[in-house]
């Protein structure tokens, strides 16, 4: 089943503690890129990735590091979180070649740092 | 710079009624635009994607239009039931913005029993 997965679908943890959110597509799919989602901001993309070892930040990439070693994965770090990234994160992923340029969403990850 | 909008934030109605949710897009130089549904606190499910060279996409009783030289979407629900509540977003992939999708704030949907 083609998807794109995310882990943890839930965390909590306390300022400052260094976390990573995974992103795993089965689509092979180039671009993948990162969101949150806040009450009355809606979407804002954090990062995107075109393909391997290209990576650019979106609209709100303060305090986020992401990577793209492998074609399948991408990873979402926050080297020292804070309370003000507490958010819905959803990850998601596109083809880049054809016409459709579709693109897939995760499940979404809850995040809460106290 | 792109911006997307959409009509009204909030739609409640009985069930049964058909009904329309707008979406409207500043540039009109886009690859596609798609429609998800989200309910709430969870994921992001697609419903539709229009190419920039369509003009509607059908799926059951969804139907979606799409008038690129007066930058409009509209998505139609038919006989509307209260599984079909949740907020729906609609998203432009324009030509100039690198692959990244443009969003707007969404409406959200009550179908009323």
């Known amino acids: 089943e083609a998807q794109v997965t995310q882990n943890p679908r839930y965390l909590i943890t306390v300022t400052g503690k260094k976390l990573t959110v995974t992103c795993s597509q089965n689509?092979?799919?180039?671009?993948m890129s990162w969101y949150r989602q806040d009450p009355g901001l809606g979407l804002r993309q954090i990062y995107y990735?075109?393909?391997?070892?290209?990576?650019d930040k979106g609209d709100v990439p303060e305090g986020y590091k992401v990577s793209r070693k492998e074609k399948r994965n991408f990873p979402l770090i926050l080297e020292s979180p804070s309370p003000n990234q507490t958010s819905l994160y959803f990850c998601?992923?596109?083809?880049?070649?054809?016409?459709?340029?579709?693109?897939?969403f995760g499940p979404g990850t809850r995040l809460t740092v106290t | 710079k792109q911006e997307v909008t959409q009509i009204p934030a909030a739609l409640s109605v009985p069930e049964g009624e058909n009904l329309v949710l707008n979406c409207s897009f500043t540039?009109?130089?886009?690859?596609?635009l798609q429609w998800f549904r989200q309910d709430p606190g969870k994921g992001l499910t697609s419903l539709l994607l229009?190419?920039?060279s369509q003009r509607e996409q059908t799926s059951g009783r969804l139907n979606a239009s799409l008038d690129k030289s007066s930058g409009r979407s509209t998505l139609y629900i038919a006989a509307s039931q209260p599984g079909d509540s949740a907020t729906y977003l609609c998203?432009?992939?324009?030509?100039?913005?690198?692959?990244?999708?443009?969003w707007g704030a969404g409406t959200k949907l009550i179908i009323k029993p």
């Open positions: 689509m092979n799919h180039e671009y």
């Open positions: 990735s075109m393909n391997v070892e290209v990576t």
């Open positions: 540039d009109s130089a886009i690859y596609n």
């Open positions: 998203a432009v992939r324009s030509v100039d913005s690198n692959y990244q999708l443009i």
């Open positions: 998601a992923s596109s083809s880049t070649s054809g016409r459709s340029y579709e693109q897939y």
């Open positions: 229009i190419q920039s």
